[in-house]
Structure formats: C-alpha cells, structure tokens
C-alpha cells in the first residue's frame, strides 16, 4: 500500500517525469498523491494526473493508501517538519508514531497532519537542529523507531536523496541518467533492466550518477546489481473499457505459457518444488484474498491425492498452524509483497519449516525470502481485482497434483477459457439482471467450494453487492433463513454432483432466483431438462478445470454487473492491489 518514487538526475527533466513514475504505482493506493521536486510540493486527493510545468534534477513523489488519518490534502504526502527544512515520502506504518510526536511536541514541534508518517520529516528536522549528520540521524531512527518504512527523505540545500527501509519494500533502479527509488520495480521496468533491492535496516544516500549503501550502524555496504527480466503484457487499456476485462481475456494466453515454462524455463524449479512436496510430512499454504482462494482449490487437488494439504489464512497463520522442519509451508501471492504473507513466512522459517512460494511479480520480498520460488507468469495485472493471476495459481496447483496422481487435462484450459469468453453476450446479461439485487449467495462443493468464495469476493469488491461464498451443504444451518423471493443465488454444480442439485433446489423452493454454472448437460440449452434459465454451461470434464473454469465465469458476472452499475471497476473504492500493511 501506497507507493514512493525518487528520482536523481544528471540533467534537468520535466517535474511531471515523477508523476509519471508514480501513475506507475497507482495500484498501490489512489487516495491522494503528492510531489515535492526541490521547489514547490504539490499534493492532491484522488486519481494521479500527470501534468505540471517545472523542471528539476531531483525529486520525491507518493501515492497513499490511507491508514492513519482521513483522505484528506493536509494527510497527502510528501510531509515536511516545521522549518520546510526535511521533506519525507513514506510508506508503510510507525507504529510508536504517538511517543516521537509527545517527545517532538515537548520540544516545540507542530504537526498539520494526523499521520504517523508526518513524525519521520520532524525526526530528522529536530536532529539536525542538534547537529547530528543525517547518516548518524538515520542510526538513531533506525534504533527509536518502530514498525515498518520504506522512507524517502530530501533536506533543503542538500542534493541527495536518502532512502531508508525496513519491512516495505524499495529499490532501487539504474537508469541511463537517473537513479530512480521506487516501491518495486514495475515504476521503472519499461526503461531500465538493472535494480538494487534494499533489504532491511539498510539505508542508501543517492546523488546525481552515484549511490552509496550503508547498514544501520553506519558501515558502507557493497550491493549487487540485479539484471531483471519481467514478462509483461502490453499495459496500455486500448479497445477495453476496463483492464479488468483485458486481464480476463489474457488468461488464455498466460495460462498456456504458464503451463509451458513448467515443462522449459521452470522445470528444473517444478520438479524441486515436487521433490520437496514428496519430502515433507504436510503441506500448509499460506495466502491472502484471492490468493487464499487459489490455495484452497490447491488444498483439495493435493488432498484428493492423499497428500496431507490444509490452507491458512495468512493473517491467522501463526494462531492455527503447527509447522515444523517436516513442513511445506507454501506462500501464494500475486504482488509478493503483502506483509501478513511475509508474516507467516517469518513465523514458519523461526519454526524451522522449509518455506516456498508461487508469486508473480519477480524479485518481491516474498520471492527472495523463499528457499524455492516458482512464478505463476501471469504478467501484470493493472485492475485491483485478480483475475488472471488467480487462474494461473490454481492451474500450477493443478499440475503440481497432478505430478502426484490427479487426473486431469490439462492441454485444454487455454482452449476452454477462450470457449467460455466466447459466452460472454450471455454472461453480460444474467449479470445485469443480478446487479439490481442488495445480496447474492454464491454454493459450492468440493472443487467449486473455493471457486464460490473467490466469486463472492470478486463481486463484493467491485459491485458492492452484498454476497456470500460458501459450502453448499452448510447454507441449512443457517444462512437459508436469509433467501428470499428473488434473491440471485449462483450454484456451481459439477458434472453430477447430487448434493449440489439437492441445495441448489433447496433455496430454489423459496424462491432464491438460480444462476448455474455447470458441466452438467441436464442444464445445457434453453430446453435443458432442468428447465433454469439463466445457466452458464460449461464444456469440459470434472476434472479439476471446472473449478478455475467456473471461476472465470464467476469473473466475468461480477465484471458485467459492476460494469451495469456504473462502478469505478478497475480502483473499486478503500482498496489498494499491494497491502503491505497488517
Ligand atoms: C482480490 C485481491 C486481493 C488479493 C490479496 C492478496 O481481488 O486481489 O484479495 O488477492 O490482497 O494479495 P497477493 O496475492 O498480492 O498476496
């Protein structure tokens, strides 16, 4: 959450350069934005506009994700002290922000905002009245402060730009002309390959054409250079309304060059990843939203296998999960980045468990914290609702099971996503109906279990239809009081599976109003022999794609929906495509 950038240049550029590195990090958050380029500091609620006349060598830009204190200009970034003398741009949490603010205000500090992040510009302010150089500064913060930061710092009269991190990620990219310090790699990987990653507790002073690396007891640091290589689709929107639907049309296309670098670039990786899953007493996942989702699907495919698999929610991994040396555990995510994933991995490897991850985007904290990490090759995802990303986890579970047993074809899933996209006239249409209802219940089982839960989530998020995933056979127990006449329920019913048919008819007796999806051919055509209207069939056997498949129909109903309510799809409202907060 939320996004930094710096740059250091040899030459003059236009101001705007760093709103358009920021525009680049927008997923980040989209609340406010600001910049400061050594003149004037602009900040500014919502979207990110790139405009602005100045020029300059050097500059600090942010994009924020609220979290302490309101969307508000005066809680925009950048943050000065008092004086104007120290600019900062942070992202990130102090968590002991209200005992530096008590001792800052005794010493005459005033605040403008009720950030934690405004304390860090006052800091330093207050140090350097007392004299102290910024190098010993940034010791004496690293030691008194708590939480996690990825900080820039400018000071008046000063040409660098400091750069401290700890916990949030920042690194730092090797352009022809300029140094460029950003939250990750995607605000400048359309113009450089070259980036230093900063780990933590480590801090960096960056002038015009030189960097200089330092631990936090002062001791310069030598750092490598990393030459990155990052598959990317084409970002630009084009034809489409939404990137959304651009991400969802794409899965094809990732989903088989996914499967093909199993077999060429990641094999060597896959079959490690086979060897340690064989090894291990038990597999735990650890995950966040949609990637928790994959991994539950991941879960029941191992487990159907006999292979001992359960899945946590990441921000409960610790308070449920007993790991030790004979663990898997295997993190899942699409940014890498979300801090209660890094969390449970930082409990897992103190319990001495072997950790692992499947990620996408590549040199993220949680790829380099991990013995083995395999990437899902989903390309960026510019919408904050995963779509592609999700599709890609599910289908690399599904290959891994199938490395132990599962039975599956997978040659056809790219063929067979295409064949449902095909659908879409229809979806669109079951989809504006839906989009007139407050609720929907979503039921599935087995397989369609996760795939229930991920569409709820995908609908909540961007229509704000109230909905619910859940098993099938737990809506009795209580939810069922909550179906009235009309109220859309979405039941994913594989090829046979009697249970499903029976709940499904369950709340169709009280009137819930039944969307399918299914691969049963009772339900296919309009003449069906199970006479439902609105039915999205889906042809393919029961064998571990109808899951990803009928979650990519759910993909494109929550999409339609949201798009017939007019809803900001691609930045729905509060959330941010990188939570690198708890
Ligand atoms: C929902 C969504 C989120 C993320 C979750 C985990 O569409 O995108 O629920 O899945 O925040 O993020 P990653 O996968 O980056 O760890």
Not at 7 to 34: A, H, I, Q, W
Not at 95 to 116: C, P, Q
Not at 131 to 138: E, G, L, Q, S, T
Not at 359 to 377: D, E, F, G, K, W
Request: neutral net charge; proline residues 2%; hydrophobic residues 40%.
């Amino acid at each position: 959450m939320c996004g930094i950038i710096g740059v250091v240049s040899r030459d003059e550029f236009p101001s705007r350069f760093l709103l358009e590195r920021l525009k680049r990090l927008e997923y980040r958050g989209y609340d406010s934005y600001g910049y400061y380029d050594s003149t004037s500091l602009k900040r500014n609620l919502g979207e990110i506009i790139v405009a602005g006349e100045g020029k300059t060598r050097i500059g600090i830009a942010h994009t924020r994700w609220a979290t302490h204190g309101g969307v508000t200009s005066e809680n925009a970034h950048p943050h000065m002290g008092c004086d104007d003398e120290v600019v900062i741009a942070h992202n990130g949490i102090i968590e002991n922000y209200k005992d530096l603010k008590v001792m800052l205000e005794k010493k005459g500090h005033e605040f403008s905002s009720e950030t934690d992040s405004e304390v860090v510009a006052h800091y330093f302010e207050e140090k350097l009245k007392e004299k102290k150089d910024v190098k010993r500064a940034i010791s004496d913060f690293l030691k008194e402060a708590h939480g996690t930061f990825a900080i820039l710092m400018m000071i008046k009269g000063d040409d660098s730009i400091y750069a401290i991190k700890r916990d949030s990620p920042l690194v730092l990219g090797m352009c022809e002309d300029k140094l460029i310090l950003a939250s990750d790699i995607y605000a400048f990987s359309d113009i450089t390959t070259k980036a230093i990653f900063f780990e933590n507790d480590e801090y960096a002073v960056i002038k015009k054409g030189s960097y200089e690396f330092y631990a936090k007891d002062g001791k310069r640091i030598r750092k490598d250079v990393t030459s990155f290589t990052w598959q990317q689709e084409d970002s630009e929107k084009r034809a489409y309304k939404h990137f959304m639907l651009k991400e969802i049309e794409e899965e094809p296309l990732v989903v088989a060059r996914m499967l093909l670098s199993l077999e060429h670039e990641q094999k060597e990786a896959f079959r490690r990843l086979v060897s340690l899953v064989k090894k291990s007493r038990k597999i735990i996942f650890a995950a966040c939203g949609t990637s928790y989702h994959a991994s539950l699907l991941g879960a029941f495919y191992l487990h159907t296998t006999g292979i001992e698999a359960q899945t946590l929610i990441a921000s409960e991994f610790k308070h449920y999960a007993n790991v030790d040396a004979d663990t898997l555990v295997i993190a899942i995510s699409q940014s890498g980045e979300t801090m209660d994933v890094i969390d449970a991995l930082k409990y897992a490897q103190e319990k001495k468990a072997k950790v692992v991850s499947l990620v996408n985007v590549p040199y993220s904290t949680i790829q380099r914290m991990s013995a083995l990490s395999l990437s899902i090759m989903a390309g960026q995802e510019v919408a904050v609702a995963s779509t592609k990303a999700f599709v890609n986890q599910a289908a690399l579970l599904l290959r891994l099971a199938q490395e132990f047993g599962y039975k599956a074809n997978l040659a056809n899933l790219a063929e067979k996503i295409k064949g449902l996209i095909a659908q879409k006239d229809e979806i669109r249409r079951i989809a504006k109906d839906m989009s007139r209802s407050k609720d929907a219940y979503i039921l599935g089982r087995g397989q369609t279990y996760p795939v229930a839960r991920e569409i709820a989530l995908k609908v909540k998020e961007i229509t704000y239809i109230h909905a619910e995933g859940m098993m099938g056979g737990e809506l009795k127990h209580g939810t069922i009081a909550l179906i009235e006449k009309g109220t859309p329920v979405i039941s994913l019913i594989g090829c046979k599976d009697e249970d499903m048919i029976s709940n499904s008819k369950e709340v169709e007796a009280r009137g819930a109003k039944m969307i399918i999806i299914t691969n049963n051919p009772d339900y296919q055509g309009k003449k069906g022999k199970a006479k439902i209207k609105d039915v999205v069939f889906i042809d393919t056997d029961n064998d571990g794609k109808f899951g990803i498949l009928a979650c990519v129909a759910g993909q494109l109903l929550a999409y339609y929906a949201a798009d017939a309510l007019g809803r900001e799809i691609d930045k729905p409202r509060n959330l941010a495509k990188s939570v690198t907060v708890k």
